[in-house]
T-cell receptor, first 114, second 108 residues
Framework: DGGITQSPKYLFRKEGQNVTLSCEQN?????MYWYRQDPGQGLRLIYY???????QKGDIAEGYSVSREKKESFPLTVTSAQKNPTAFYLC?????????????FGSGTRLTVV | AQRVTQPEKLLSVFKGAPVELKCNYS??????LFWYVQYSRQRLQLLLR??SRESIKGFTADLNKGETSFHLKKPFAQEEDSAMYYC??????????FGEGTQLTVNP
């Protein structure tokens, strides 16, 4: 059953901690993306990767880091430098970085700082 | 910079009434525009693309380059259309920039 799997579904972080959100896809898509979803602000792009071992900053990359060591995996680390990390995080993928056929989205991870 | 604006955060209509979700964009070139939808407890998914000139679930969207708009329309709203709708534009590097979203509620 092809798709994108994000884990965990809910994540709680203490102040000053780094946490890593997992995103795995078995669609053989080349490109992967991380968005942050906040009420009233829509989706904002954090990082994206169009090919293995390469990634680019999006519009709100500060306080986040990513890696793309494998085609199917694109983990996002929320570092302690991110001032307001509580949000809903969405991972997506697309064929060859093309938007024409649309993005496939994961079910999301809700991160809460406690 | 490319930007997408959805002026209505909330939109409420009655079943059977026409519905229009507004989307305005700023872009210097020829834009590729999309509408995505997120139903309750479901994943965000592609609804339609302007390049396809398609009608999905009775929805259509026309690109108006003069007004830089890509409004989503449906002549007769159904209760199952209640969802969050996002307008999006393709930007450099095959990235999508999304609007703020409009929560549509169709009342019985």
């Amino acid at each position: 059953d092809g798709g994108i799997t994000q884990s965990p579904k809910y994540l709680f972080r203490k102040e000053g901690q780094n946490v890593t959100l997992s995103c795995e896809q078995n669609l053989n898509h080349d490109a992967m993306y991380w968005y942050r979803q906040d009420p009233g602000q829509g989706l904002r792009l954090i990082y994206y990767s169009q090919i293995v071992n390469d990634f680019q900053k999006g519009d709100i990359a500060e306080g986040y880091s990513v890696s793309r060591e494998k085609k199917e995996s694109f983990p996002l680390t929320v570092t302690s430098a991110q001032k307001n990390p509580t949000a809903f995080y969405l991972c997506a993928s697309s064929i060859s970085g093309s938007t024409t056929y649309g993005y496939t989205f994961g079910s999301g991870t809700r991160l809460t700082v406690v | 910079a490319q930007r997408v604006t959805q002026p209505e955060k909330l939109l409420s209509v009655f079943k059977g009434a026409p519905v229009e979700l507004k989307c305005n964009y700023s872009y210097s070139g020829s834009p590729e525009l999309f509408w995505y939808v997120q139903y309750s407890r479901q994943r965000l998914q592609l609804l339609l693309r302007h390049i396809s000139r398609e009608s999905i679930k009775g929805f259509t969207a026309d690109l108006n380059k003069g007004e830089t708009s890509f409004h989503l329309k449906k002549p007769f709203a159904q209760e199952e259309d209640s969802a969050m709708y996002y307008c999006a534009i393709e930007t450099s590097g095959s990235r999508l920039t999304f609007g703020e979203g409009t929560q549509l509620t169709v009342n019985p």
